[in-house]
């Protein structure tokens, strides 16, 4: 009388189990005391469920069911004529709307091995087994996969129709309905990007499920730092690396960081995003307030969205404090030749800060005084080089703001190929001169170096005349 009276009341049929021989095979499975895949009782009535198994058990409630519930009761204990099992029993009471869902009684060590029952907790209040807040749920709709909006029910026979803003009925063909799952759509189009409603009516009381559809996109376009290559950089100042995504509309991405302090936490990470009339752009930047010789090293951005991944990276110099060290490259005199389309002069040159660079020229600032001069960086530059630009040349660096000053002469010497003066002046044919008198033959040559000059004599041809040539 009693067995019956209790199934009239919860709303729950099943069966005792009172069989203690364990035949092969049995309770390879925990059992349940129903038999029914569903179960639909009312809010406020007490839910009870009975599981036996072999092993020691556990649950697992619906989300909707709080961890932490005063309603939630279970019961443990040893069962069977031996005590060879286990039996675990449920109580839920008062049982809520929010409850509705699967409730799956699970060996403890044995996670597969499990028996369910899906509880629907009728409320005509509540037909919806979430309630929502104003702002929609976000559904996201990806390639090649379903598209679910995620509107259960509490009671299985609710009529629930699904609409999209601004009131347009969907494919229905298309739209599978679930009591338990809500919608699903098989093969989701452009169309189902937007807003959607689950609606349904009871009592004369309209009731909604809200949800905005998302389209995912993941690829990334482009990830850069705002400084590629070296930072060189002084220690106690401040360090920002800033690390920029360009995406497609509607991409999602996650950028985060590796560099040598992070276990430390020395870093703040400031994010933002903006938009473009083409992509979205997403930021990342890295401050640390003081830096420390332990700062220096490889720092990376790290970006994914979705399967996508890219990275990119720089490596970070810190220098105990500011610096100029200025050396000869190859010794103090350099040459050039006369008629050369440019010539460097470069000095080796290690400084930090960059320092501020002035060449003179025989002690004169050396781009005043010829327009072939101008500086690149930290070398002098010579253009169509001539004999007029040997001399003395100086190189002088300075970082101001620290005091430091340093210079250095060179030397340079433009080699110039042999000329004979004489050469330019004078007739093809050799000059005639009479036998026996006495001639004084001249040489003007230059050069640099200074040319060597060295006279060959010819003996005269059949003629009696005597050629004489400069070689």
């Known amino acids: 009388m009693f067995d019956i009276l209790f199934v009239m009341i919860f709303g729950l049929s099943g069966r005792v189990l009172t069989k203690d021989t364990d035949t092969k095979g049995r309770f390879s499975s925990p059992v349940l005391d129903v038999t029914e895949k569903q179960l639909i009782i009312e809010r406020n009535q ?77 409320d005509s209040q509540r037909p919806f087994v979430k309630v929502q807040s104003e702002i929609p749920d976000v559904v996201y709709m990806k390639e090649g996969e379903l598209l679910v909006f995620p509107c259960r029910v509490t009671n299985p026979g609710a009529n629930v129709s699904l609409v999209k803003y601004p009131f347009i009925a969907p494919d229905y063909r298309n739209i599978i309905w679930n009591s338990r799952q809500g919608f699903t759509i098989r093969s989701p189009t452009f169309f189902y990007i937007g807003l959607f409603s689950c609606e349904t009516i009871v009592n004369g009381v309209k009731y909604s499920n809200r949800f905005l559809t998302h389209r995912p996109v993941n690829k990334i376009l482009d990830v850069y730092l705002n400084s590629t290559g070296l930072v060189h950089t002084l220690q106690g100042q401040m360090l920002a690396l800033n690390c920029t995504v360009t995406a497609e509309w509607n991409a999602r991405v996650s950028i985060s960081w590796t560099y040598p302090q992070k276990a430390n936490g020395s870093a703040t990470i400031i994010r933002r995003i903006s938009r473009s009339r083409t992509n979205m752009l997403f930021y990342s930047v890295l401050t640390i307030p003081r830096l420390s010789k332990a700062d220096r090293g490889l720092y990376k951005c790290h970006v994914t969205s979705g399967p996508s991944k890219r990275e990119t990276n720089t490596t970070v110099i810190v220098y ?13 005199v350099v040459q050039a030749s006369a008629g050369q389309k440019s010539f460097r002069l470069t000095p080796k040159l290690r400084a930090f800060p960059a320092p501020e660079v002035i060449w003179l020229k025989d002690g004169m600032v050396a781009a005043e005084q010829c327009s072939r001069y101008h500086v690149d960086r930290f070398s002098l530059v010579i253009r169509d080089v001539a004999e007029e630009d040997a001399g003395i040349y100086t190189i002088l660096t300075g970082i101001q703001q620290y005091g430091l000053f340093q210079n250095l002469t060179l030397t340079l010497v433009v080699n110039v190929k042999p000329q004979i003066g004489e050469k330019t002046v004078s007739s093809r044919q050799p000059g005639t001169v009479q036998r026996g008198s006495r001639q004084a033959l001249h040489c003007t040559s230059h050069g640099v170096p200074p040319p060597q000059i060295q006279w060959l004599w010819h003996p005269c041809p059949p003629k009696g005349l005597s050629p004489a040539r400069l070689a």
Not at 321 to 329: A, E, M, S, Y
């Open 46 to 122: 007490t839910l009870q469920l009975n599981c036996r198994g072999r092993w020691e058990l556990q649950w697992v409630l619906p989300s909707g069911v709080p961890k932490v519930f005063h309603g939630t009761q279970i019961e443990e204990t040893r069962c069977g004529k031996k005590n060879n099992h286990y039996c675990s029993r449920l109580i839920l009471s008062p049982s809520l709307a929010q409850h509705t869902g699967s409730y799956r009684c699970r060996y403890r060590q044995k996670h597969r091995k499990q028996a369910s029952v899906y509880v629907y907790i009728t």
């Open 320 to 332: 105990n404090q500011p610096f100029i060290q200025l050396k000869h490259r190859d010794g103090p």
